[in-house]
């Protein structure tokens, strides 16, 4: 058994931290491959490591003084080495560092150092070999991940080595220079090493104790889901919800590897299995509720569109023309609407209007503006009756006005558009009737 072991930021923010990560993983010795973030907040105000780095490179940019964050972040450093009692001494990585950032080396190696360093201390700590990811996770000139060409450095290194760490969120360009992943990205080099060996599991140790069936924003402690699939996981992180950077899903998912989301401070809790495909019955009907503010909504009307051929893609057409995508198009017989993000549509207002009138002349066009969508999604929704009456009779309970109803034709989902005001209204109603009055 061999599963790789991710461990966020905060995660690893102090020694505290460091000593949980530390027993975590040496309790279970198929934990063989590990891949820290840099360190994040220690409590709520604190600065991330990474947000450290920039802004320190931002100053040697424009040549201020940027020795001061330099320091703050190299006694960040020593604190969680000397609180760990470890005889390891970063002196010499930080006069690199200085004279780097002095040259204006680039920015993604300046972001890079935060994970880079911390990577050295966790080997040190677990005794494991440290193997930097500038060696091992390939990109492009032009930035893009070079997947093959990674798996095979990642899998002829790994083969001969027994323990190791390797930091997460960076790699090398062809010319020997670093370039980063977006922020996150250290679920990226996770999901890349455990695709490279092949691995059992990969584990993303975080601070929650999974994906949350609702937003905590607005739910109280919600539910934890149990087992989730990649396709309700894209379902719902598109509609906001998200713990892994969404590159992490397609290396692990394409070799059937799971991702089972940790929790450091609670590791006794099971936390979110993401699978490709599973028997295991949602515990609630729904798997997750998730949604967006922000949409406005365009509905032409015209007697006898239905009987128009190309009616569709003349309208659509026009918002192409304007570079916007739309969200959702329920329609009628003679109308049809069109849901688009509000703040990207403003802009285009008009030129959009304007468009549509000259290409099928409609009766009318209306504009309706404050708009959100809600998508409550569940595999489970498919052989369960009556998922869509209970979803609506609670809605109507609360007060809630529902303004758009889409049901996805896999069944797996169903969207509907409410009035920003009413958006959280809607979440607890859904919430309520499919978690706290189970039946
Ligand atoms: N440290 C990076 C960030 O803050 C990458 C990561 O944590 O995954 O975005």
């Known amino acids: 058994m061999k599963k790789v072991v991710k461990f966020g930021g905060s995660s690893l923010a102090s020694a505290e931290q ?218 719902l992180a598109y509609m906001g919800a998200t713990v892994l950077h969404e590159d992490a899903i397609f290396p692990v998912r394409k070799e059937g590897i799971p991702i089972n989301i940790r929790n450091t401070n609670a590791p006794e809790e099971k936390g979110t299995l993401i699978v490709e495909g599973t028997c295991r019955k949602p515990k609630y009907t729904i798997t997750g509720i998730a949604g967006k503010k922000g949409f406005a909504s365009v509905t032409i009307e015209k007697a006898m569109m239905n009987a128009e051929v190309g009616f569709g893609r003349k309208v659509l057409g026009i918002f192409e023309d304007e570079g916007i995508s739309f969200e959702h198009m329920p329609s009628g017989i003679d109308t049809m609407t069109i849901f688009v993000h509000q703040e990207e549509f403003e802009e285009h207002e008009q030129r959009v209007i304007a468009g549509i009138h000259r290409a099928v002349e409609p009766d009318e066009i209306e504009l309706e503006s404050d708009l959100a969508l809600i998508a409550v999604v569940g595999r489970g929704m498919r052989q369960t009756r009556g998922t869509a009456g209970r979803i609506f009779s609670a809605l109507a309970h609360a007060h809630v006005n529902v303004k758009m109803i889409d049901q996805g034709s896999s069944e797996l989902n169903i969207i509907i558009g409410v009035k920003n005001q009413e958006f959280e209204m809607a979440i607890e109603a859904i919430y309520d009737i499919f978690v706290n009055t189970q039946i």
Do not use: H
């Open 18 to 235: 460091f000593r949980k990560a530390g027993k975590i993983i040496k309790d279970d010795p198929s934990r063989r491959y590990v891949v820290p973030s840099a360190p994040g907040k220690r409590f709520s105000g604190d600065a991330k490591i990474t947000d450290l780095l920039y802004k320190c490179y931002g100053a040697a940019v424009k040549e201020k003084r940027f020795t001061d964050i330099m320091d703050t972040i190299q006694k960040r450093y020593q604190e969680i080495i000397d609180d760990l009692g470890l005889s390891l001494s970063l002196e010499k990585e930080f006069e690199v560092m200085r004279e780097n950032f002095g040259r204006k080396i680039g920015r993604d190696y300046a972001a890079s150092r935060g994970e880079y360093l911390n990577g050295i201390i966790l080997a040190a700590y677990l005794d494991y070999t440290f193997i930097d990811a500038a060696t091992v996770i390939a990109f492009a000139e032009d930035g893009t991940l070079l997947a093959d060409k990674t798996n095979s450095l990642l899998a002829q290194k790994l083969s001969s080595v027994e323990r190791a760490v390797i930091p997460g969120f960076y790699g090398f360009r062809p010319d020997g220079s670093i370039q980063t992943f977006s922020r996150g990205g250290s679920d990226v080099t996770g999901s890349l090493v455990a695709k490279a060996i092949c691995a059992d599991m990969y584990e993303n140790w975080t601070d929650v104790s999974g994906f949350l069936v609702a937003d905590p924003n607005i739910i109280e402690n919600p539910k934890v889901i149990e087992t989730i699939t990649y396709k309700e996981l894209r379902e």
